[in-house]
């Protein structure tokens, strides 16, 4: 079973950017054909998709924050990062990183990582 766990800041500036971390066990992230993918859920609104890194290292992004938003990998670490630049406070949520067959479905997930945006 795929393990994967978040790490980052808890707490970003506004402007600055926000960098997490995803750590998988279990599973490597160059295993076809799976998608590893970065949500946020911001308080009282539902799951957001930001994009996905697939096991070939090809990148998809949510069209909304694609101008933000960079994912990266390292596959000696078996890590995925993800990137989202000019942080405003409306980027307050909690950040997972999922797998899953495609970059809608997710068979496991991270338990999440609250983002604050403050001075």
């Known amino acids: 079973q795929a393990q994967l766990q978040e790490s980052g800041p808890g707490l970003v500036k506004p402007s600055q950017t926000l960098s997490l971390t995803c750590t998988v066990s279990?599973?490597?992230?160059?295993?076809?054909?799976?998608?590893w993918s970065w949500i946020r859920q911001s308080p009282g609104k539902g799951l957001e998709w930001m994009g996905a890194?697939?096991?070939?290292?090809?990148?998809f992004f949510n069209p909304s924050l694609k101008s933000r938003t960079s994912i990266s990998r390292d596959t000696s670490k078996n890590q995925f990062t993800l990137q989202l630049s000019s942080v405003t406070p409306e980027d307050l949520s909690v950040y997972y990183c999922?797998?899953?067959?495609?970059?809608?479905?997710?068979?496991?997930w991270g338990q999440g990582t609250q983002v604050t945006v403050s001075s």
């Open positions: 279990g599973a490597s992230i160059t295993t076809t054909p799976y998608y």
């Open positions: 890194i697939g096991w070939s290292g090809d990148r």
């Open positions: 999922a797998r899953g067959p495609g970059y809608t479905a997710y068979d496991y």
